[in-house]
Nanobody
């Protein structure tokens, strides 16, 4: 079992930045591909970014490409999502996830473990 705990969400003004963290416990995060998703009220869960086990491969949704950056520090058993240029379309609950794939995966069904989510709000 892998337990994932997100942190770093909050309120930010349009154009601002936030850095989300996802700390893993229970097993070594380096054995998993990891990703970030978000879900706004009344919407389906949306893929944002994923990174392979070693960090060598990343993939992004078009909606966040160039604004968000996914990274991982396997020594700290932690993954991150740096979010820049946040806009009114970005508010949602943000989730991190881990799956046994070797590569970066977009499909949420490939992820086995999920965090509880952290709220991101964008407002002036």
């Amino acid at each position: 079992q892998v337990q994932l705990v997100e942190s770093g969400g909050g309120l930010v003004q349009p154009g601002g930045s936030l850095r989300l963290s996802c700390a893993a416990s229970g097993r070594t995060l380096s054995n998993y591909a990891v990703g970030w998703f978000r879900q706004a009220p009344g919407m389906e869960r949306e893929f944002l970014a994923t990174i392979s086990r070693t960090g060598g491969t990343t993939r992004y949704a078009d909606s966040v490409k160039g604004r968000f950056t996914i990274s991982r520090d396997n020594a700290k058993n932690t993954m991150y999502l740096q979010m820049n240029s946040l806009n009114p379309e970005d508010p949602a609950v943000y989730y991190c996830a881990a799956g046994s794939s070797y590569t970066a995966v977009v499909n949420p069904r490939m992820y086995t473990y999920w965090g509880q989510g952290t709220q991101v709000t964008v407002s002036s």
